[in-house]
């Protein structure tokens, strides 16, 4: 909201006001006092309860604008239906942010209440959290305005969730496994406040270093990756979002459409903001307790040791799946661990001790390999054996851990064996180290902190944009929609093409036998033609194409037998002429599509064409505006992306011409708001310098005037 209160009210408000306080029991507004006066609120605190009287000894107001102070938050736990008189109320008062915890509005059908009470706040320019959620969390001023459990661990950690029982479990969660949290904020219904705004304050607050969200549906979503873009290259950002729902794809209109489900999308987008998706809740939770104590390698020396070969070659397959990279420097390993390992031991990363190897040795080659100034994470790896005994090994781990922690380096363990290894597991997290049992999700952290590190070395850059031709544009849009087409004519769209700059083949539309024989002439052959008419959609099944004509006569012979075709396909149908196209000769089959996406707004596909399309779902996603890095990476997503390069002996392809005509697409349906669907199926891609051009191209628009993004 424009010149709306100060976020930092939200997260350290001087005062609070619970509405509904209660010294009943077992009633919200009791567990939001207890909470409060429990965790140690350095504010002031009202109680609000008509009653008056005192409310866990402090003395309640019957009314908000009672008080004297000034209310930077109430927080709202009443019934449903006052809820609205009581936001007037706070109004009224001056108050800044409403955090409704009251359930019975938006979610349960009413919409309208709810929207009364946001139009309430706002014309008192007061943001609203919720309504239906279970409060908020602040390390800041030490406030547990939450129903959850009491005696959250202060910590790095912010975590911003729309699901409220998911949000409280998430509080349980991090004790147990020893993350502490800066905040947790519950969005619910996300009537006014979402995570555009809480991302604004977190990103620059210092006690924030990691940000978990746990996402259901985006809504803003053009904004929340702008945030998310910045956000991600100063502190790491996972996400968990649950849904992989093809109901989007279900309702839409094109190939790009029906390709781009919503959770592809979603996907990709991420991964395009620098933002890192877990799949589940456990891979979150390890992911952010590793980000927000681990040291960020120095640089990309990692070494494996492990006393199991079994688990080091786990490890070393995760390793590529994360693009970790292995030291690989057989030298230099062997002068390092040769006098820590026996002889019958490998000093080939990963670096194995043996099963037989003592705690002893593998305490030494541990402190070798945390020794090296070359060598910035280790990755420990232990695999049971006969001498295993919890303590001696939990107080080995201890102490190398906490040592070389605070000398930078990137340590994690994973001990893999039965339930004495585990409980050895289960209590090193609870004392906070980063222990695993398995090496999977180990090394899935390691893959993180990786990225953040490459996300840190990312330079912002200019979005890629081309000059079009909006208002020639506009006018062709205009004539399809004076129509009633939703839309274009290939005639129409290739002109669209042309205002774009994007490459189509030389063509016209020839109204007689003369025409088209003239225009062939000049045009060069070989060429093709194609029945032009809006009641023939597939031209082929009417028998109105013709290809590879070489010359007049066979010009001539291709336009009589054309009209004939369409006349026995459909006598009633109205045909606007022929159109004579250059034959254009065979490149690599690409798609390019662009679409508006119900969360992110314009986004943009790319994949093979052909079987790469049809079969494999070969495609990627990225939402718009890009910069050209940005786009390049989508083109280095697809797998088939080697075909582009040249395989066995082909020549390499017009990436630069490709990566052209994306930002061009891009362009458009970002400037021409009107337009809902672009599909250039396929593009021909030539050889490097030879450029591409439009095969086929399929242009929908939105019927109302005004489209909003
Ligand atoms: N101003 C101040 N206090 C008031 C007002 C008012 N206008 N009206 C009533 N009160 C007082 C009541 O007198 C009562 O105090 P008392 O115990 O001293 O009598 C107190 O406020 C609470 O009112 P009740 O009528 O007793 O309401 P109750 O506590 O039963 O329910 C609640 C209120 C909890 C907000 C309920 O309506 C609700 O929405 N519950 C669901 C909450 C929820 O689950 N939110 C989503 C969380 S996310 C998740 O899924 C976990």
Partial sequence: MENGPDIKRFFEPRSVAVIGASNVEGKIGYKLMENITSGGYKGELYPINPRGGEIFGIKAYQQITDIEGSVDMAIIAIPASFVLEEVRRCGEK?????????????????????????????????????????????????????????????????IITQSGALGIAMIGKTATEGIGLSTIVSLGNKSDMDENDLLEYLANDNSTKVILAYIEGITNGETLLGSLKKISRIKPVVVIKSGRSKRGALAAASHTGSLAGSDEVFDSVMKQC????????????????????????????CVIVTNGGGIGVLATDACEKYNIELMDEPEYLKETFHSAIPSFGSTKNPIDITGQSSAEVYKKTLIAALESNRISSVMALYCQTADFKKEPYKEMITLIHNEYMSRGKTIAFSLVGGREVEECVNELKENGLPAFKGVYEMVSCFGVLHRFSENKARREMEIAESEIDVER????????????????????????????????????????????????????????????????????????????????????????????????????????????????????????????DRSFGPILMFGLGGIYVEVMKDVSFRALPMDREEVYSLLKDVRSYPLLLGVRGEESKDIEELIEVMIKVGTLIRKVKRITDIEINPLFVFGRGKGVKVVDIRIMIAMEKEVSE
């Fill in 94 to 158: 001056g108050v800044s942010f409403l955090t409704i915890i009251t359930s019975g509005f938006s979610e349960v059908g009413e919409s309208e209440l709810e929207r009364k009470i946001v139009e309430t706040a706002k014309s008192y320019r007061m943001r609203i959290l919720g309504p239906n959620i279970f409060g908020i969390y602040s390390s800041k001023v030490d406030l547990n305005a939450t129903f959850g459990p009491k005696g959250v661990k202060k910590g790095k950690v912010a």
């Fill in 274 to 301: 620098g933002v890192f998706r877990a799949e589940s809740l456990d891979e979150g939770f390890n992911w952010i307790k590793f980000l927000a104590d681990t040291p960020l390698p120095k640089s990309n020396s």
């Fill in 473 to 596: 544009i506009e006018n062709i849009l205009d004539n399809a929609l004076s129509e009633g087409r939703a839309f274009l004519l290939s005639q129409e769209a290739k002109e669209m093409l042309d205002a774009a700059d994007i490459p189509t083949p030389k063509s016209f539309v020839a109204r007689s036998i003369e025409e088209a024989v003239n225009g062939a002439e000049d045009m060069g052959y070989p060429i093709v033609m194609k029945i032009v008419s809006r009641d023939i959609l597939h031209k082929s099944d009417a028998g109105g194409v013709a290809l590879d004509l070489e010359n007049k006569e066979e010009v001539m012979d291709a336009y009589q037998l054309i009209i004939r075709n369409a006349k026995n396909y459909d006598p009633h149908a109205k045909i606007d002429g022929i159109e004579v196209a250059e034959m254009i000769p065979q490149g690599l089959e690409t798609i390019i599509g662009a679409r508006r």
